[in-house]
């Protein structure tokens, strides 16, 4: 009876000191994903709120499981796999096959940098594993300013956020398009594009296409906020029912002009 219960005891630690170790690495797993989803939202200008990130954060931790069940090297690899393209689409959004490739790509590249710099740490005894968190953000910010900085030079995204009038708010990624430089006549504002449909007071605004004169619906938002650029509020709003590859929404190049 005795050895049955010594036995049942140091089963209970068993179990105790391996949910402490499963709960600390699921907090440090969290934490790492959360960054690295925020860098790659920085990097590429992606428009979208905390809470998609957070859970993805979340959906990430289902792989943990391959840590403690004895999967085959095949399952394992295709459930990473199917765990990062949950955890892109979460985060993200699914907009077109290429911009999901480049959301791919990049998660996994900030991961591997990441990870790679870790592993070094890990393997030169430099630091140990739940002392990674207090370094992660410093990694995290050199490698986000490079190339923050090198994407500001060779892109024309932009984070674009629309004040309607009826206190809603429209979360956009904006292509700066040097086609569109529009402007309506009655309060010369600089007409910017969406492919959104809105309960908003529109007006016809006129515009040339290479062979005719056509009409846009626009409306006067509160404002405009484009990251990087700052508020606006010379800005019309044209609706159009197509679909631009990889953005929702077409910024006037005459922005660019006052801010140069």
């Known amino acids: 009876m005795n050895r049955h219960i010594i036995h049942i005891f140091f089963y209970i630690i068993f179990l105790v000191i391996n949910l402490i170790y499963i709960d600390e690495y699921i907090i440090i797993n969290f934490i790492i994903d959360y960054i690295i989803l925020k860098t790659v939202k920085t990097i590429l200008k992606i428009n979208v709120l905390n809470r998609r990130i957070i859970l993805a954060c979340i959906v990430s931790n289902i792989s943990i499981i391959t840590l403690f069940v004895n999967f085959n090297y095949l399952l394992s690899v295709l459930l990473k796999l199917l765990v990062g393209f949950l955890i892109i689409i979460i985060s993200f959004g699914y907009k077109d096959f290429k911009t999901f490739i480049i959301n791919f790509f990049y998660y996994h590249i900030v991961n591997f940098f990441l990870g790679g710099i870790l592993f070094y740490f890990k393997s030169e005894g430099v630091i140990k594993y739940k002392y990674y968190l207090l370094f992660v953000p410093i990694i995290m910010n050199i490698y986000k300013h490079f190339s923050y900085n090198l994407k500001n030079i060779i892109s024309f995204k932009y984070k674009v956020q629309i004040y309607l009038n009826n206190g809603k708010i429209l979360y956009l990624n904006g292509f700066m398009d040097s086609a569109n430089t529009l402007v309506e006549p009655y309060n010369n504002k600089k007409v910017i594009i969406i492919n959104k449909d809105v309960s908003e007071n529109c007006y016809l605004v006129p515009f040339k296409t290479i062979n005719d004169v056509s009409l ?39 922005i660019l002009e006052d801010i140069w």
């Open 216 to 254: 846009i619906r626009c409306f006067t938002p509160k404002c405009v906020y484009i990251d990087g650029i700052g508020k606006r509020n010379d800005i019309s709003v044209g609706i159009v029912n197509r679909k631009f590859k990889g953005y929702d929404c077409l910024l006037n190049y005459k």
